[in-house]
């Protein structure tokens, strides 16, 4: 067994920890610079200052940061306490792989093997990088594509901020186009672009059914009527791709299948063990 800690105790943390193969490595610690974190546990493994998690002399330290200059940061800190085994960075895997994407293309490959029928939309949309990967996989499906293509909306701030559920801003994201996502798109022509707020611009779209969906609109209140419109209208088989399901940065999203929930009873839902807490949702 390879004894390791995981550097970073946040969300990236929490993926390392579902994500490292536990037959071969030992877990001992988090460790992390925020000393309101320390005293805590992520599952069963103890959350302390990275000096006390190198005094337990792994063999590994797991850099779980998403960007270059903090998991850099994190190794120079970890040399500096005298630590001199292995690093793994997980920013660095993260460019190599892409459970999310992969999922993405899996789903797609085998709803149309099963000839699951139906269009495809996605709720948050941005610049559209999700959405061109929905396009290339089915060319022969209608894309709808909804966004205010001007970022988060007041209304779901007021209401993210009123709940406590996360630091969103009107009008972040607001950085793209239709314009741009349409030239980004290998089959332009089956998009369908749906600009303004939803649910508003579900309105007259009642009776299209859906085979594949990514909703990533990341607040509470768009996902939760995003389930409210989407989820019915899957057809059977058909599947939602949840982004944020499990997210720190983004905790309304699971607030919101918890609402849903609530008020529908529960959703057939698999969470997957990518690095942003998505889930899949699969229409029975
Ligand atoms: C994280 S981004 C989406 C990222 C995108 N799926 C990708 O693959 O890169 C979230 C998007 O949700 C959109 N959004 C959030 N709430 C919305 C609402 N109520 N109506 C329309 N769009 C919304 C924002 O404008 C933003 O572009």
Redesign the pocket.
Known sequence: MERIVILGAGQFGLAALSLINQEHLDVLAFGDNESRLWGGHIGPIPVMSIENALSLAPDLALVSVADETRSESLAAQARSLGFGGRFLRMHELRRYFDVRSAVLLRLGESLKKRGIPGALG??????G???RKMNALFPDRPLYL???FA???PR?VEKENARGFSRARTGD?SD?SPEAVLSRLPFPNQAVVCRG??PETAEGLSDVRFALV?L????F??ILAGLEFFYPRLNPGGAILLHDFDSRRFPGAGKAVEAYEKAHGPLPLVPLCDLHGSAVIVHP
């Open positions: 996605e709720l948050g949309v941005y610049k990088d999700t959405a909804f966004d205010t970022g988060f909306d779901d994201f793209t707020y939803f990514s990533d609109a990341d607040l209140a768009p």
